[in-house]
């Protein structure tokens, strides 16, 4: 089946430190694959998405890189700020399908000052 | 534009009895999604309607969770009895068509069954 593996948190990192999640998936056929965020208080929110392999995900300054070879999606970021504390969801959805995110576990991030 | 509205925030009932949530989707989407996410799990479709027919329900516990979408814009999720399993926060997301990953989500419904 169709499922997705994040390591587990929760990761405390100090003020600009470099950022890696790691998240491994696997699927049928060719998935588009995301990581979402949520930040205390409020509700989950798109952060980055890849739709095929190699294709390079990024926004706010994360990246994540499509690598088909190793069925892996890792979360990168080169210097977090405290403003980055929140939970990071991987997921993916299986291509073509009209169907619904498959999400990981989640990962705990804590950036102190 | 206004986002996901979800109420209410926060639920505490006792096992057996009965709950709804309700959720408004962001005006225009067309697919809307109802998550339950356990303490320290991630988001788990219960059920995925497209306007207001049903996309996907095979993880709704159909003998105790029921949904609705009358007139394929709000959107209501009903438990019961509740279990003592049921606690969790309730996600409703919308998206503007199904299949593409982009969701919008509103901020949960907390329900503690005790």
């Known amino acids: 089946g169709n499922s997705v593996t994040q390591m587990e948190g929760p990761v405390t990192l100090s003020e600009e430190a470099f950022l890696t999640i790691n998240c491994t998936y696997t699927?049928?056929?060719?998935?588009?694959l995301f990581w979402y965020v949520q930040y205390p208080g409020e509700g989950l929110q798109l952060l980055l998405k890849a739709t095929k392999a190699d294709d390079k995900g990024s926004n706010k300054g994360f990246e994540a890189t499509y690598r088909k070879e190793t069925t892996s999606f890792h979360l990168e970021k080169g210097s977090v700020q405290v403003s980055d504390s929140a939970v990071y969801f991987c997921a993916l959805i299986r291509g073509g399908s009209q169907g619904n995110l498959i999400f990981g576990k989640g990962t705990k991030l804590s950036v102190k000052p | 534009e206004a986002g996901v509205a979800q109420s209410p925030r926060y639920k505490i009932i006792e096992k057996r009895q009965s709950v709804a949530f309700w959720c408004n989707p962001i005006s225009g989407h067309a697919t809307l999604y109802w998550y339950q996410q356990i303490l320290g799990q991630g988001p788990k479709l219960l059920i995925q309607?497209?306007?207001?027919?049903?996309?996907?329900d095979s993880q709704l516990p159909k003998d105790r969770f029921s949904a609705e979408r009358l007139k394929g814009v709000d959107s209501t999720l009903k438990i019961q009895p509740a279990k003592l399993e049921d606690s969790a926060v309730y996600l409703c997301a919308s998206s503007t068509r199904g299949g593409t990953g982009e969701l919008f989500f509103g901020e949960g419904s907390r329900l503690t069954v005790l």
């Open positions: 309607f497209q306007n207001n027919g049903v996309v996907d």
């Open positions: 699927a049928t056929g060719y998935p588009s």
